[in-house]
């Protein structure tokens, strides 16, 4: 921030103000480290001119740039100086609602910072997305400008407790969801919240250490750029991973399951309110688990004499444990597996032309079967415990689901 604010305010100086004579200067900073500034600069139409911040967006523009990373405003007057209108109209076309303004007095003594929603809170609705996509790939675009010959081509989501399987990966490179644009942040425990890039078995990876749930209070949609970056990073496929608490008495705790479909009971769906060229996202997902992959999983588990269960996996929305009613009733449309997350990825990956695979650790049988109350703690330590054996079947596994991939290319 320090630096932005001394550039603005030392272009400020070479502002060209002489009707308003007050002096703006801009500074912006975009992902490649590289600092554009701008002053405003008036003429006799005045108050028509040029502002500072148009100034400083012309420059970044000019120089083959497009993402604004943060923002400094530096004024002439005692108070912090905003962006008027018609600049946060500009800024909006090169900004997230999450990018930092600061807005400084003279000399930068009073600054105050926000988040650029706050200026402009109805710049950001609806979704408008061409085929196939979610808009600018803004996150992939700064993992890229640290890791550029970084090319994954399998996406894995790591769920509750699961974490560890990164720690496998050679050469692996972190990145907390925190520093990327347009990222949700996760809260809850077992779920760090990073992106790990790496390679497993020989093969890149592209892995989600965590997720974020709708019980946090996210929106469906908000899964969306996290399965986005994953596909602007390269993925063609995307392994899906969870904890889950078993329908089937003969399935218990510490069993792997391969997820063959889903049903969703979660009340929502993460393509809400998405708009393509051609209108809303209706998407088939008549085959939202790909069979090859999992026959590759099945064949794969049984050369390395691991037993793989396979069944349907339902969603509820959390974050309360299930009642041993609802349990009856999920057994009687044919779950066999429950959980609170897993299907909102799998059904934007399928929007963003991913191929899906999903396994499930089994933590607990469901309520009414288990002898015990069910707790979060005892979902993360039973997955603690299986996790070896899930990392050692995706390990066995990649090599081939890759080839797969490369196969259907």
């Not at 740039?65 to 209108?85: F, Q």
């Not at 809260?187 to 990876?205: F, W």
């Not at 946090?216 to 969870?242: K, M, W, Y």
């Not at 509820?316 to 429950?338: K, N, Q, S, W, Y």
Request: charge should be neutral; proline fraction near 7%.
């Amino acid at each position: 921030m320090k630096e932005l604010l001394k550039a603005a305010d030392a272009v400020r100086a070479r502002a060209w103000a002489p009707y308003s004579r007050f002096a703006v200067g801009a500074a912006i900073r975009t992902p490649s480290g590289t600092v554009h500034v701008g002053c405003n600069v008036e003429n006799a139409a005045y108050p028509q001119g040029q502002c500072a911040e148009a100034t400083a967006i012309g420059a970044m523009v000019s120089a083959g740039e497009t993402r604004i990373l943060e923002i400094a405003v530096v004024g002439s007057g005692p108070d912090p100086c905003a962006p008027c209108g018609g600049c946060r109209q500009r800024i909006a076309e090169f900004a997230l609602p999450e990018t930092v303004v600061h807005m400084a007095s003279a000399g930068g003594r009073t600054v105050e910072s926000v988040p650029f929603r706050e200026l402009l809170p109805h710049a950001f609705g609806l979704r408008t997305a061409g085929e196939g996509g979610t808009g600018r790939p803004w996150a992939a675009e700064m993992v890229r400008s640290r890791l550029p010959q970084a090319r994954p081509r399998i996406g894995l989501v790591l769920g509750s407790g699961l974490g560890g399987i990164a720690t496998a990966l050679e050469g692996a490179q972190t990145f907390s969801w925190a520093e990327l644009p347009g990222l949700p942040r996760s809260t809850v425990p077992g779920h760090a919240g990073r992106l790990v890039l790496g390679r497993l078995a020989g093969v890149e990876v592209a892995c989600l250490l965590g997720r974020v749930h709708l019980y946090e209070g996210h929106a469906a949609s908000t899964i969306l750029p996290l399965v986005q970056l994953l596909r602007d990073l390269g993925c063609g496929a995307l392994v899906l991973t969870n904890a889950a608490g078993s329908l089937r008495p003969d399935v218990g705790p510490g069993r792997i399951v391969r997820i063959l479909d889903h049903i969703n009971m979660l009340g929502t769906n993460p393509l809400i309110g998405l708009r393509t060229e051609h209108g809303p996202p209706f998407v088939d997902l008549s085959a939202v688990y790909d069979p090859e992959l999992g026959t590759i999983l099945d064949r794969v588990a049984a050369r390395i004499g691991l037993g793989l269960e396979a069944g349907v996996y339902l969603a509820t929305l959390g974050p309360c444990f299930e009642t041993p009613a609802e349990i009856r009733a999920f057994r009687a449309l044919g779950a066999d597996l429950v959980g609170m997350s897993t299907v909102p990825e799998a059904i934007a990956a399928r929007f963003l032309g991913l191929r899906v695979a999903g396994l499930s650790i089994v933590t607990n049988l469901a309520a009414g079967l288990a002898p015990a109350p069910l707790s979060h703690a005892q979902t993360l330590e039973a997955a603690s415990r299986a996790a070896d054996a899930l990392a050692g079947l995706l390990e066995a596994a990649l090599p081939d689901l890759a080839a797969a991939l490369a196969g259907s290319a």
